[in-house]
């Protein structure tokens, strides 16, 4: 039987003896005797390693994979290179297998990665400071929403459609406790204009959250937004895909409050969504309001650099119900695979990266605009990674085609708002993608589309 | 950015050859095109040229520049400088440190999994869904609840779920006076905190003296403005709350509901279960018991059971069986969702692994091991410091260093010490209740030579600090620092590295 217990029989019986117990069942004579030892769906034994993994196998074979199937697909989760070295680095059993840092003595390598961290997301988002991370990019902006409520006392919230609706649907959920509203200012051409921001901008507004690109692949130019938001007291908050900063405006060029994002394209795997990781940044006038772990910089008695999580009286352990989060457990080895990742690929790769991603989306955007039956949405508002295309066939129906024919094609928008559809898709293509692969799946959409594909 | 502030000089120290180098950061070992890995072979010339300027990025990207060999031994070396339970003995309380099979590493990174984009086809997923299906299937079982949802990436993340819940179930019953969330003193920081972030108002409940609820009090903070009470069991003490019954009874009489915080689960795993004892909502913190590693703080996850009664507000999306497909759907009185995608799924296919492997047998051999553990190395300190509570504990103990206070000695002494003895700490100063606390946990995973041995090295340092308290004043001695300077710390925060060359050209510091 596999359990992972070191105890030898004589051991058990020993101890239980030094406890004056005469079976392991009266160790829990505190508990209730009703309910105790209940049965379980799992057989008794368990199964040997061997065993296990190929039954986890059995079930993973059943999934579409990437190393199945050629993905264009993003909408929140992206296909990108990850080297080799991040998942050997993050796996060193000293930080795999260590706990939030709370000894900063016998934590240094581990706190010294975290501030490390925390400078290079603050650089990529151009901003003062970065907290050591937060469960996923939807939760990042949602206690970016809440900062800006605390900081306001003001409940109304100016959501640009642009913005992921999933996370939108998280902010929701999340501000709802603090008596937090959400308003949407609409795209038009798919970017939200500034006049529509300054129609609903009131003195019940606590903050306008933006996004960078949008969910629908466009990339907005937010030039005067600061100024408009912060004369009626109101936070900028911008919500960036840390892969296309490589590229684009970061949120502190746009002199954004708050910085939010998803770091799962730094060198972490789609894993079916989670675990991923939560970016907030922020301007250094927010440092104490913002939530999570923060590492600071200071020294010990004898003058050597040391690193300590700092700042601990805005958090739950210290503050309780006063505290700016609940948040505890975080996503740190996750913010170490952002930082190897970050590392590796140093300024230049990381910006080659971001450029390739967007020239094999143009690629795909002028191959798919090609095809009779396919309209792409907003042509010509620029795109980085992304777009949307409206098609003659139902998007679901072509994309199960797709899949047959070895392609998980852009993602199907029926059911979704704003820009979805029922004949609509949103595509993607990253830096990892070949031009055969993009040739390719043009030619399987046009088969599909014209009909001619083998059924 | 930090400009005023100059870097905190990072030499040696004096007459302390024995601590291991610091490493120097990646500001400091950055070279000027210096490259690693390099993600593409050939960009384009005028790739984004397409691109407006004005939606271009002006400033530095502020990334070091190193090889991949330097990355490398960067990394190994800080990873050096860190100590987890591969490493050292981790009896953190309330954490559940144990040993994490390295099979289940294996898990998540099968193909069909580790690049499983969230977002596929259902019908091209299916054997995903299965997984989580089967895995929600199990933990209704352990946990004795009638629905879970596996969203939550913490407890943290759970117990603000389970509080949006209890707020949509009393609106949807038309009972919106109850506003408060009732917590006993000794609870975990996290429930108050998620209380609060929930909306509601938090009244703390005090603990008797042998650390259980104080039923009188209870009775008292109870009113019909109780939404809920929030209970750890067994409690942050290590203790199973002797009066457990009569809080339920009273609970319900007064129509709230009964929250558990299962961050204690490890000691109830295939014993006990805690809807048989009557609570409507249970997290499960499955990176504590459920064979996923901390990772120096996460990621985690935080799987929710309830009752029957609340599983229509269950967060978006719910997952379904419709014959034999597995499906995502949203229900019209969910309190919404929690996070972008369906949940932490790499956390949650180990824990189903790692069920599976321990089968019926193996799950209570983890709890009663971690009752055996505890108890013994209780057994082995209880004439060395106080333990709080009497009889048997749970899975943990605390003991209180506050009989070392006329020599001036402070539990964090004691735990900078064990650290100079090549071990981590126990949990310092919670619970709150308890002055001076040291919380120990040993889990399941360590042997009795191990405990023996701990016991007589933290039994030598209390001697010591009779003794000679200043030498535990100086301590840790043997780690890459001494005690940081928290003050100086928080006074005026060093939050990136000062070595880091500013991101904005000179004479253009937009950003402040």
Known sequence: ?455 | MNEKTTPVTGHSGSGSSFRPAMEPSLWKLSREQARGVRPVQDVPEGAVKDLPSEVLRKISLGLPEISELETIRHFTRLSQLSRGVDTHFYPLGSCTMKYNPKVMDRVPALPGFFDLHPRTDEFAMQGFLGALWDLSELLKEVLGMDAVTLAPAAGAHGELTGILMARSYFRAKGETGRREILVPDSAHGTNPASAAMGGFTVRSVPSNGSGHIDLKALEQALSNQTAMVMMTAPSTLGLFEEELGEVVRRVRSRGALLYMDGANMNAFLGVLRPGDLGFDIVHINTHKTLATPHGGGGPGSGPVGVKAFLEPYLPNPRIVREGKEFRMVDRPESIGSIRSFVGSSGVLLRALAYMRMLGKHGLRRVALYALLNANYLKKKLEDVLPVTGEGLCAHEFVLSAKVLEKEGVRAIDIAKALLDEGYYAPTVYFPLIVPEALMIEPTECESRTTLDGFARDFRRIVERARSSPDELHESPSKTPVGRPDEVRAARDPILTDPLRPSLFPPGNAQNG
């Open chain 1, 1 to 455: 039987m596999a359990d992972f217990i070191p105890h030898t029989q004589s051991e058990t019986r020993e101890m239980l003896d030094v406890l004056g117990l005469s079976s392991l069942e009266d160790l829990v004579g505190a508990y209730p005797k009703a309910g105790l030892f209940p049965e379980l769906p799992l057989s008794g034994g368990g199964l040997t390693e061997r065993d296990v993994l190929s039954e986890m196998k059995r079930l993973a074979s059943k999934n579409a994979g990437a190393s199945s199937v050629v993905v264009f697909r993003g909408g929140g989760s992206y296909e990108h290179f990850i080297p080799e070295a991040v998942p050997a680095l993050i796996g060193r059993g000293e930080f795999l297998t260590s706990y939030t840092p709370y000894q900063p003595e016998a934590s240094q390598g581990l706190l010294q990665a975290i501030f490390e961290f925390q400078t290079a997301i603050s650089s990529v988002y151009g901003m003062d400071l970065s907290n050591a991370s937060l469960y996923d990019g939807a939760t990042a902006a949602a206690e970016a929403c809440l900062v800006a409520i605390r900081h306001t006392g003001r409940t109304v919230l100016l959501v640009s459609d642009g913005l992921d609706p999933s996370i939108s649907n998280v902010i929701k959920t999340y501000v709802e406790g603090l008596g937090g509203r959400l308003v949407t200012v609409p795209l038009v051409e798919g970017t939200t204009r500034l006049s529509d921001l300054e129609e609903r901008l009131d003195g019940n507004c606590a903050a306008f959250i933006g996004a960078i690109p949008t969910f629908w692949g466009t990339v907005e130019n937010f030039t005067g937004f600061r100024a408009a938001l912060e004369s009626r007291g109101a936070l900028f908050l911008l919500h960036a895909n840390p892969h296309s900063l490589s590229v684009l405006k970061s949120p502190g060029e746009w002199q954004a409050d708050l910085g939010t994002g998803e770091g799962q394209p730094l060198g972490i795997p789609m894993m079916a969504g989670g675990p991923y990781l939560g970016l907030l940044t922020a301007s250094r006038a927010f440092m104490r309001k913002i939530p999570g772990r923060l590492v600071g910089q200071t020294a010990d008695a004898e003058g050597r650099t040391a690193y300590v999580l700092t700042l601990q009286a805005r958090e739950q352990h210290i503050r309780r119900e006063k505290a700016n989060s609940n948040v505890c457990t975080n996503e740190t080895l996750l913010s170490l695979a952002a930082l190897a990742y970050l590392t590796l690929v140093g300024p230049q790769g990381f910006r080659e990266a971001g450029e390739t991603s967007h020239v094999n989306a143009a690629r795909l955007m002028k191959g798919l605009a090609g095809l009779p039956g396919v309209r792409i949405l907003f042509p010509r508002t620029p795109h980085f990674h992304e777009f949307v295309v409206e098609l003659s066939l139902p998007a679901r129906d072509v994309s199960r085609r797709l899949l047959e024919m070895g392609y998980l094609g852009g993602l199907p928008l029926e059911g979704w708002p704003v820009l979805g559809g029922s004949n609509r898709m949103l595509w993607c293509a990253t830096e990892v993608r070949t031009s055969d692969e993009i040739r390719g799946v043009v030619s399987a959409v046009g088969e599909i589309l014209s009909g001619r594909e083998a059924r």
